[in-house]
């Protein structure tokens, strides 16, 4: 299993795919190349999978006793990889993404500097949002950073797994893994709060219990930032409403109203040489947005985003249309990515 993580690093892989019937196979940009000339057994694939969790010193009957597992380990001089083990069939299957042991330079990965600029906020949620394997957490690593690197702070990580380590620089760092070091995310969380923090990264928003916590967290002047898997600012509003009982929801939009103070959206976008670049959407919450969330026309949402008059905002179809007339994308791929298509092909 070493052997073969060692290749995918070095050919310049994010993903390493080990699913019975298949070859191992790493995804290098967009296109699946195979590591293996032979096609895996599920025994062959469950002996692989035994070797990533002794890497992990992790116990292995997690995986059989709940049917998934999320884990990560690093090995010396090559890499950290974050993993996902399943059953699948009544057999085992497994994919590791790649994560550098360096922290990622925002410039690097196409972060806008409007984006890192939210990192200055000293209070209230934001949060990013996008499908899974957008580089969420890219984004939140590097805003982590940026505030370490700025302000003498306490800042509590709460992620499952750990992706990237982070050095006390100007700030403390404290990360927390779900399970290893804390049962679930709402246990985490609610003792982040007794930890004296400035800043709290939560990795996932994923329940209610969560999702209550975290707003309150950010009620009582913390810093919160978190990710959700929703496309758009006025989804990822709704999103979080609709996951309270509707006897609460006007609560939430008042409390929501008050404490959400930017809502960044990514995706990945292939380009025309083969590779993938980051588009984004940046949301920031003013007077009127605020009135939008609390009164319930979060449908209006869009419309302030893409009006293009406010320069704290940020809309994910004019980055399209910006990468289409600087050649690196095409133009249906822009079409096919944006949030308004037709606007968008007459644009172009």
């Known amino acids: 299993m070493i052997d073969l993580l060692q290749k995918a690093v070095a050919m310049g892989g994010s993903d390493i795919f ?23 057994s599920p025994a062959d694939t469950e002996r692989l999978i035994h070797e990533m969790y002794e890497l992990a010193h992790r116990d ?3 995986l059989e006793r709940e049917g998934d597992d999320d884990f990560s380990f690093a090995i010396l001089n090559v890499s950290r990889f974050r993993c996902n083990a399943y059953k699948q069939r009544g057999t085992l299957a497994a994919i590791c993404r790649i994560v550098n042991f360096e922290l990622p330079n925002a410039g690097d990965m196409h972060i806008p500097s409007l984006v890192m600029e939210l990192a200055a906020q000293r209070s209230g949620m934001i949060l990013v949002t996008g499908p899974a394997g957008s580089g ?8 982590v950073d940026r505030i370490n690197e700025t302000r003498g702070a306490h800042i509590v990580t709460i992620e499952d797994p750990i992706e990237y380590l982070h050095r006390h620089k100007q700030s403390l760092v404290s990360q927390r ?12 969380l609610r003792a982040a709060l007794r930890q004296a923090p400035d800043v709290v990264m939560l990795g996932e928003m994923r329940d209610l219990d969560t999702i209550r916590t975290a707003i ?3 009620e009582t002047g913390h810093l919160l930032l978190s990710s959700l898997h929703t496309i758009g600012a006025a989804k990822t509003v709704d999103r979080i409403i609709d996951t309270f009982p509707a006897e609460q929801q006007a609560q939430i939009r008042v409390q929501l109203s008050m404490v959400l103070k930017a809502v960044v959206s990514q995706r990945l976008v292939p380009t025309i040489n083969g590779e993938r670049v980051p588009v984004f959407e940046v949301m920031t919450v003013n007077p009127a947005i605020q009135n939008m969330i609390r009164d319930g026309r979060t449908h209006q949402i869009d419309n302030v985003i893409y009006g293009g008059s406010d320069k704290t905002m940020l809309s ?14 095409t133009r249906e791929m822009a079409i096919l990515h944006a949030a308004n298509p037709e606007t968008l092909a007459k644009r172009i």
């Open 18 to 40: 080990v699913i019975p019937g298949s070859s191992v196979t790493v995804k290098v940009h967009s296109r699946l190349e195979k590591l293996t000339d032979s096609r895996l």
């Open 60 to 62: 292995f009957s997690l």
């Open 136 to 143: 969420k957490s890219t984004t939140l690593a590097c805003m």
């Open 177 to 188: 893994e779900v399970p290893n070091d804390a049962a679930t995310f709402g246990r985490a």
């Open 216 to 218: 309150t967290a950010a």
């Open 316 to 329: 994910m179809d004019a980055e399209l249309q910006r990468l289409v007339r600087e050649g690196r994308i």
